[in-house]
């Protein structure tokens, strides 16, 4: 199937071939005809999947028909967890509507209100925001949805895990009854299923991929670690591999991810640390620095890595595993994509055997355990999955790290290894997907 086939507005076209783009995804594909017929939708859709134009290009179209009422609020709006994701979706939106004339802006936290105020007060046709900014304009009186056509949820199981359910509920009770819903989520089921019940009518259900999906392009590694000590040095040893891209590493809390890409930085990594403690401004500026390769590694937690759109990433290493065995699959989902190989690399210490139980049991495959020669785990340690000893890997599934005399480096930093190859810091509106680049 080519764009052609969807039936999109020759100036959408236009800007989906001059980008380079020539066939849809699955889930662009499925969503994008079934949304141009006006039907509300429930999609599952992973990142990295071009689920972002699968709801953008129909939009776009449908603004092509003159609005039927007067006014200046916005004809689409679109709800999204993070600021992050949201500038995602505006530059897409920006970017596939540049040979048409549409007002597109954007409401998130952690920047001023004022230009936001001044936004407002002039008509709009897409407006992207994240639910809790926008609730506070809305109980300023500064939001009229009088000429809202279409409502979008992205990624609406992130923002029910965030604690916006009630914000999204209070958001879609204010829009016109009439409205297009497009729901786009990670799972279908338990809390989403409730929230489209009661927000979308008689919705199409698109599955391309479930949240269980296997990856099956991501080398996924487990190794067991006696305690911090030993997991930073398996951290060390990982990090001297000269094949490395830019890697996303993952801790448990916003202090861990500061101390840790601090450490990381002194024994001569370029890293830099991305939480939830940091503005709107450092954290713009840590995701810059990652994209452009001034920082190899960015150490995250999962609120704050939600969202993150940044081609090349060779390796996700949870350094402290998730809490939440979902949280597992959007992790290692910003590596392998749009066709890519990608590896994960998860540490378990044997007090996170009950997480480690519960991610293989979410994704229906246990992770492979791997030992590197001269860092083994304790003697006498058991596998969370089956009991057998660490050190009992079969010799077919042995890392590749695991050649002789890696072990006795394990400290020394990267020091002059050469940086990834430019073509690797290509956006993800560049990279190959099938018989083209992918369309996100």
């Known amino acids: 199937m080519t764009f052609e086939k969807l039936a999109l507005h020759p100036s959408i076209l236009k800007a989906i071939a001059e980008s380079g783009y020539t066939v849809p995804t699955p889930i662009q594909a499925q969503a994008i ?12 859709a992973q990142t990295g999947t071009g689920k972002t134009a699968a709801f953008v290009l129909p939009t776009l179209q449908r603004l092509m028909t003159p609005a039927t009422k007067n006014g200046r609020g916005p004809r689409v709006l679109v709800l999204t967890p993070t600021r992050e994701l949201a500038n995602q979706v505006t530059d897409a939106a920006m970017k596939y509507g540049k040979h048409m004339r549409f007002r597109i802006g954007s409401i ?46 992205d990624e609406a199981d992130r923002m029910l895990d965030m604690g916006f359910i009630r914000p999204v509920e209070k958001i879609a009770a204010s829009t016109p009854s009439t409205r297009q819903t497009l729901l786009f989520s990670a799972t279908l089921e338990g809390n989403i299923a409730k929230l489209a019940a009661r927000l979308l009518k008689n919705p199409k259900r698109i599955q391309v991929s479930s949240a269980q999906e ?53 024994q ?7 939480h939830g403690n940091m503005n709107q401004n450092q954290r713009n500026r840590a995701i810059a620095k990652l994209r452009t390769g001034e920082v190899q590694l960015l150490v995250a937690t999962d609120v704050a890595a939600r969202g993150i759109d940044v081609s090349g990433i060779s390796h996700v290493i949870n350094y402290d595993l998730p809490k939440v065995p979902e949280d597992y699959v959007h992790r290692i989902g910003r590596t392998g994509r749009a066709g890519a190989k ?6 378990a210490a044997p007090e996170d055997r009950g997480q480690l139980r519960d991610i293989e049991r979410y994704t229906r495959q246990p992770i492979q355990a791997h030992v590197i020669a001269g860092l083994e785990p304790a003697q006498g340690r058991s596998s969370a999955r ?53 369309l996100g």
């Open 108 to 153: 998130v936290g952690g920047v001023s209100y004022q230009p936001q105020m001044r936004l407002l007060s002039q008509p709009l046709d897409i407006l992207v925001a994240t639910p809790g900014r926008l609730l506070d304009h809305m109980e300023s009186g500064r939001l009229d949805y009088s000429r809202l056509e279409v409502l979008v949820l």
């Open 214 to 266: 296997r990856h099956e392009q991501i080398e996924q590694r487990l190794h067991h670690v006696n305690d911090g000590e030993h997991k930073h040095r398996l951290l060390m040893h990982v990090l001297g591999d000269n094949n490395l891209g830019k890697v996303l590493v993952f801790t448990a809390t916003k202090r861990g991810a500061d101390r840790l890409a601090k450490k990381l930085y002194a």
């Open 386 to 438: 089956d009991g057998r000893s660490h050190h009992g890997v079969p010799s077919h599934n042995k890392p590749r790290h695991a050649q002789p005399g890696r072990g006795n480096t394990a400290h020394s930093p990267r020091g002059n290894a050469p940086r990834p190859a430019q073509s690797q810091h290509r956006r993800r509106d560049s990279r190959p997907h099938g018989n083209g680049p992918l």
């Open 33 to 44: 005809p079934a949304a141009l017929e006006g039907h509300d939708l429930m999609a599952s």
């Open 342 to 347: 990608g590896i994960a690399i998860s540490f």
């Open 268 to 274: 001569g990594h370029p890293a830099a640390a991305l």
